[in-house]
């Protein structure tokens, strides 16, 4: 996705997907997607607990099978999870059977009612599948912290031009984007908090119950 905010038509898209939480509250939702790797994770980790921040972590099912305790890390410190993929794939490019293995083979990994696409994209039969066995979260805006043509300053532009009451925020947890957030995600705490923000996780009462018909 190489947008900051997603459009009208995509919200209309998957319409009971969670783009924004509310309007009047002024609170954010950091969310971390495609970790946990060993580069990233612990510094993300300590950087959070340093400013007492909670977050949701969007994780692909491989890696919390290869770095466990990562995993742990991340529930330990009392942060959220969510699942991502097995294997980080894009809906649009594989069957309906073959992206729902995905997704349910990362939830025996990851436990969690969440569920973020990868790339923000789903073909329409999957996803209406998923949102029964799922509460969907997008996001309200996209820090593109993993593109090659922005920098750190570039990065914390970004928040602090989109950033709104109710945003779900997006960075991700990943080797392109580390060396980036090492300066933009201590700018973003401290200039979230100045803004008088509060930081929220999605907790349980806002998500879906697993067994929605």
């Known amino acids: 996705m190489i947008i900051e ?3 009208k038509w995509l919200r209309w898209l998957y319409p009971s997907a969670i783009w924004r939480m509310n309007h009047e509250e002024k609170a954010v939702y ?3 997607d495609d970790g946990p790797i060993p580069e990233a994770t612990p510094w993300i980790i300590e950087t959070l607990d340093k400013y007492d921040v909670k977050a ?3 994780m692909v099912g491989d890696n919390v099978r290869k770095y466990p305790k990562l995993y742990e890390l991340i529930k330990s410190h009392g942060h959220q999870v969510g699942n991502h993929t097995y294997n980080h794939i894009g809906g649009l490019k594989h069957s309906y059977k073959y992206y729902l293995r995905n997704v349910l083979k990362a939830d025996d990994y990851i436990h969690s009612n969440l569920f973020r696409p990868p790339h923000g994209w789903m073909r329409i039969d999957q996803y209406l599948y998923l949102r029964k066995k799922f509460t969907i979260i997008m996001w309200d805006l996209v820090t593109r ?3 090659k043509r922005l920098n750190a300053d570039d990065v914390f532009e970004n928040v602090k031009t989109y950033t709104r009451s109710g945003s779900i925020i997006t960075f991700h947890d990943s080797l392109r984007s580390i060396d980036k957030l090492k300066i933009a995600l201590p700018q973003s705490l401290e200039w979230l908090k100045a803004q008088g923000y509060e930081f ?3 907790d349980d009462d806002q998500q879906r119950s697993r067994h929605l018909k």
């Open 56 to 58: 949701t972590f969007f």
């Open 145 to 147: 912290d993993y593109s």
């Open 200 to 202: 929220k996780i999605f």
């Open 5 to 7: 905010q997603p459009s």
């Open 30 to 32: 950091l969310t971390f």
